[in-house]
C-alpha cells in the first residue's frame, strides 16, 4: 500500500513526542469546521477539538505489516520502484489497512509487492519508529512457490542468501534492524520475538535488562 | 488514554474489510473541502480524497499497548471508571499517542491508570481485533513497588492470583484472551510471544460481541 506523505504523522519534537498538535488538522472531517486545539477533559495532551460537533479528531501511530519470505537458505527482498528510497532493498512491508489482521496485511503486502505467495510462521518482532509514530510488524514465512515477481511498486524482486543481503543498499534502518537481527538468530539457531526501537540509541530506562 | 468513538475507525462489514469508505471522513482536514470517495491511481481500495488540494486522507487501525504487571505469584488489575464496560476488569492499556514506542505506551498507560510503576521484561504478544480495526501489543512487566492505586480511569487497582482472576468480569475479548494464554504460559513455564486474531471463532458466551 503506498501511502502519501500529506496526511500522514508528522515528526513530534522534543523526544518524539509533544505539546503542540501535529497541525495535521485544521478542519472537522465530519462538519468542515475550523477545529480548536484544546485538551480536552480528562486528558493531557493538546488535541484538535471541533467546537461545533464536539469530535476529538485523534492521530495515532500507524502500523506497518511485512514479512521475510524464506526459500531454503534465501530470502526474498524487493527494490523499491516508489519513493522513497527508490532503488533500494527491502523486505515486502506496507501500512496496515483497516478491517486486516497484521498477519493479512503482512500476507497482502508480500502478495502485492512480490506477487508472493507465504504461509507465516513466526513473529519476527515489533520495531517502533517514534520518530515517525510508525510501528513495524515483521514475520517469517515459507515462500509457498516461486511464481514470484515484481509489484507495481517493485523494480525487481529477488531470493538471496543471508551472505548476499545487500546491506549498504537497504531502504530504511528498521529494514537493516530487523534483517540484522533475522540473521543472528538464523546463525545462532534462535527463534525468539523481537521488541525494539528504532533507531536505536539507548534502550528505554524502564527495561530491566 | 481516553478516546471518543466520533472519529474512531467504524466496523467494516463483509469479513471486515470493505470497498466502501468507513465514512469517518466527509471533509478535508487540511482545506475544509468536501471530499472524494476514489480508488487513487495505483492503489485498489476506495479513499478520501479532496479535490482541491488532493490529499489522500487515509484511515489505518489503531495500536493499544498493555501491560501485565506482576508481583511474586500476583498480577495487577484495573476496573475500569470509563465507558465501555464500566465497572469491569482489564489489565492497563490503552492508545498509543504520537511519538512514543510501544514499550513507553505501554509504560504509560500503566502509570496513568494505575500509578503503577513498571519494567518491562518480555512481548507477550500481538493481538489484531479486525473488526474494530485495532492491534492489542501487550507486555509483560516486573511491578516495582506496591506504590499503585486508581488513576482517574480506574475504579479499583489490585493485584490477583491467577487462580482469583474474575473471568467473567473482564472488560473484552482480547482481555480473555491474552490472560488465557498468559495464564497458560506460567502453568507450563513457558515464554512465548503470541500473535493471533481476537474474537477467536468461539468467544466466550458471556460477552455480549
Redesign the interface.
Known amino acids: ?4 506523505q ?4 508528522t ?2 519534537s522534543s ?4 505539546t503542540t498538535l ?1 497541525n ?9 469546521s ?1 477545529v480548536e486545539e484544546k485538551i ?1 477533559s ?2 493531557t ?1 493538546l488535541r ?1 477539538v471541533c467546537p461545533s ?1 464536539h ?9 506497518v505489516a511485512g514479512s521475510i519470505p524464506e526459500w531454503e537458505d534465501k530470502i526474498l527482498l524487493c527494490r523499491r520502484a516508489i519513493e522513497p528510497r527508490l532503488g533500494l532493498w527491502t523486505f515486502p512491508a506496507g ?10 496485511a503482512a500476507a497482502r503486502e508480500t502478495l502485492e509487492e512480490a506477487h508472493a505467495e507465504i504461509n507465516i510462521h ?2 519476527l518482532g ?1 520495531f ?1 519508529l ?2 515517525v ?1 510508525q ?1 513495524y ?1 515483521v ?1 517469517r514465512a515459507h515462500l509457498q512457490n516461486l511464481n514470484f515477481k515484481p509489484g ?2 517493485s523494480l525487481d524482486v529477488q531470493l538471496v542468501t543471508l551472505a548476499d543481503i545487500p546491506w549498504e543498499h537497504l531502504a530504511f534502518p528498521v529494514i537493516h534492524e530487523s534483517l540484522t537481527r533475522y540473521v543472528k538468530d538464523i546463525q545462532g539457531a534462535t527463534a ?2 523481537h ?1 525494539a ?1 528504532v533507531p536505536t540509541q539507548k534502550p ?1 530506562s ?4
Open positions: 500500500m503506498k501511502h502519501a500529506a496526511s500522514r504523522s515528526t513530534c523526544k518524539f513526542r509533544s501535529p495535521n488538522i485544521k478542519y472537522c472531517a465530519q462538519c468542515g475550523v480536552p480528562g486528558e495532551l484538535a460537533c469530535i476529538i479528531h485523534y492521530e495515532n501511530p500507524k502500523i501500512f496496515m489497512e483497516l478491517g486486516e489482521s497484521t498477519e493479512e513466526s513473529l515489533i517502533s517514534p520518530h509514530s510501528v510488524v514475520y507495481p511498486e525468539q520475538t521488541s526501537v528505554p524502564f527495561y530491566s535488562s
